[in-house]
């Protein structure tokens, strides 16, 4: 199928490993990135080209990929980390974003 | 720094046009290899790309909604702009522009810089 899937909803408690996974068709043959989007605030690009970071994004933050699935992990989660996260990547019609995940620090 | 920030007005009766512009500063448009996109979010939903326009002037649309796309390039305002023909209420959404680096030779990459948004009401 052409889209993206990622759990709605992943729960963690501060300093635990957060993972959320984004499932696609296309990701054995096309980067992922991801986007990081806290309440009221325009998304940011945490990672890109599957498991690069940008200048700015934590060392917490990595990304990893395997076959159609790819994998945004938090390492050590601070409660500044929750929000929604997006990934988003190729299709045959263009860029395509996965529905999202809202991680909860609890 | 490259900034970006949309513009448009907020509120549009079904049927009519929606038309947002997107204000670069920091930065020439028209210099390096970009894509300048807008996406949309509507409220308490997700990410939904709408379309985008390179440096050279080539565009690319989001076939389910392209028939009623027009986006454009203004150099010389350092703008680009987004035209949604015969709006309904599905268009209500907060609109983002962006701009995208491509990767080497796939033309598609990262949305590197955000606008803050703006809200954008299709009612009567």
């Known amino acids: 199928s052409n889209g993206l899937s990622q759990p709605s909803s992943v729960s963690v408690s501060p300093g635990q490993t957060a993972r959320i996974p984004c499932s696609g068709d296309?990701?054995?043959?096309?980067?992922a990135y991801w986007y990081q989007q806290k309440a009221g605030q325009a998304p940011v690009l945490v990672i890109y080209?599957?498991?690069k970071r940008p200048s700015g994004t934590p060392e917490r933050f990595s990304g990893s990929s395997s076959g159609t699935t790819v994998t945004l992990t938090i390492s050590g989660v601070q409660a500044e980390d929750e929000a929604d996260y997006y990934c988003?990547?190729?299709?045959?019609?263009?860029?395509?974003f996965g529905g999202g995940t809202k991680l909860a620090v609890v | 720094q490259v900034q970006l920030q949309e513009s448009g007005p907020g509120l549009v009766k079904p049927s009519q046009t929606l038309s947002l512009t997107c204000t670069v500063s920091?930065?020439?448009?028209?210099?390096?290899?970009?894509?300048w996109n807008w996406i949309r979010q509507p409220a308490g939903k997700g990410l939904e790309w709408i379309g985008r326009?390179?440096?050279?002037?080539?565009?690319n649309y989001n076939p389910p909604i392209k028939s009623r796309l027009t986006i454009s390039l203004d150099t010389s305002k350092n703008q680009f702009s987004l035209t949604v023909m015969s709006v309904t209420a599905a268009d209500t959404a907060l609109y983002y522009c962006?701009?995208?680096?491509?990767?080497?030779?796939?033309?598609?990459?990262?949305?590197?810089?955000w606008g803050p948004g703006t809200v954008v009401t299709v009612s009567s």
């Open positions: 962006a701009r995208e680096e491509p990767e080497g030779a796939t033309r598609w990459g990262a949305f590197d810089i």
């Open positions: 920091g930065g020439s448009i028209s210099n390096g290899n970009y894509y």
């Open positions: 326009v390179h440096t050279s002037g080539s565009i």
């Open positions: 296309a990701l054995p043959r096309q980067y």
């Open positions: 080209k599957d498991s």
């Open positions: 988003h990547s190729i299709g045959t019609s263009g860029t395509m």
